[in-house]
């Protein structure tokens, strides 16, 4: 394994002994295949530190701040049942607006792909199926997300000749997202996804936990289907149970996901559920334990 | 509340939470010590520290905690 993940979790280590043994045995059942497939990933994260003059101590800084931004929203959703935010527009002054909390929170959730077994379980399952819905892309379209990991991994493994588009609300995730791709023809597209208007169409649309971050996800999920050729694919990823500081809709369950994706006139072809603590799935779901879910979808 | 006072009451809200009546704490008492004290049942301590001393406490301060001193202290510094 890359020095670099032991060097991380012994940083955490020093400052919360706690968090570090939680990812240490998430690590330890991580597979073979997972670990060439997390070391790549890893030597990745090293160039986009040097790309933005940072070092481990910044980005375990930057990890450590949100995971304590997290304890703090999952004790008051264990009280009040609800996310502590209910509208854009508290997220948006809250975080979106505030390029302290952004710079800190956004390369706490880059790292937390590298650190996270359940955000590491969804990359896989995207990297692996992928392959699967690649046939006849000639224009990919990201959207969210705040750190371009998937379509890092997109620009990696289509054709010379495909077209890339990145779109984000937040100017800090664009920067983000633009060291850790690094040199590309990627066309970046500072937007809001409802305002975002274009005379052409996708083939393939990666939308990565943003759904959770609106008022209306069928609304959004129309959007991303009227922005996709008849034939294309669209890759979603969204949270049950996830209190976060820029979490706004509240999904209980993946029942009520996949109802939403109904809703909207899209259909899911595979999918994948990957829980935050090794649980049996019947626990998890007791205790209200985060999921991820990960889904490609089609157009009904 | 005395420092002592304080950290008998978090020693006997760890032995609730995670069911151990063997628990003992002592200030430099990290996770690391304590099998039980992982990530989920943080959450439910935390949330019956802040019950039994009806205090709330911040992400920074959540972000201090390295070992039972600094629970204490934080809890100590919030009831002055």
């Not at chain 1, 060291?179 to 023809?185: H, V």
Request: aromatic share 10%; with cysteine.
């Amino acid at each position: 394994m890359n020095k670099t993940i032991p060097q991380i979790i012994e940083l955490i280590q020093q400052q919360n002994p706690l968090h570090a043994k939680k990812l240490k045995r998430n690590l330890k059942s991580l597979s073979e295949d997972n670990v060439v497939h997390y070391q790549l990933f890893v030597d990745k994260y090293e160039t986009y530190l040097k790309n933005i003059d940072k070092n481990l101590d910044f980005a375990v800084d930057s990890y450590l701040k949100m995971i304590s931004d997290f304890v703090l929203e999952q004790l008051r959703f264990i009280e009040t049942g609800k996310y502590s935010n209910t509208s854009f527009e508290e997220v948006n002054n809250r975080v979106y607006n505030n390029p302290k909390v952004m710079e800190y929170f956004m390369n706490g959730l880059l790292l937390s792909q590298v650190l996270w077994k359940h955000h590491y379980l969804i990359y896989s399952f995207f990297t692996k199926n992928f392959p699967t819905y690649t046939k006849n892309i000639k224009n990919y379209l990201e959207i969210g997300g705040g750190h371009g990991l998937f379509i890092s991994h997109a620009i990696d493994v289509l054709p010379v000749g495909t077209k890339f588009s990145l779109l984000d609300i937040s100017p800090t995730s664009i920067e983000i997202s633009k060291n850790f791709i690094g040199k590309s023809n990627v066309n970046y597209i500072l937007e809001n996804i409802f305002n975002f208007e274009i005379n052409q169409k996708y083939d393939f649309i990666t939308m990565g936990e943003v759904l959770e971050h609106v008022e209306n996800p069928v609304e959004l999920l129309v959007k991303l289907k009227n922005l996709l050729n008849d034939l294309g694919t669209i890759f979603i990823t969204t949270p049950t149970n996830a209190p976060s500081i820029d979490h706004i809709y509240l999904f209980s369950n993946a029942e009520e996901i996949r109802s939403i994706i109904d809703a909207a006139g899209l259909t899911v072809v595979d999918d994948i559920k990957a829980y935050a603590e090794d649980l049996p799935e019947e626990k998890a779901i007791e205790l209200k334990i985060t999921m991820m879910y990960g889904c490609f979808l089609r157009k009904q | 509340m005395q420092a002592q006072e304080i950290i008998t009451k978090v020693t006997d809200i760890f032995k609730y939470v995670l069911d151990d009546d063997t628990i003992v704490l002592c200030e430099t008492t990290t996770a690391t010590d304590i099998e039980e004290w992982d990530s989920l049942s943080h959450i439910q301590l935390i949330g019956a520290i802040e019950k039994q001393f009806k205090i709330k406490f911040t992400a920074p301060e959540i972000r201090g905690f390295k070992n039972v001193g600094d629970i204490c202290n934080t809890i100590h510094r919030k009831l002055s």
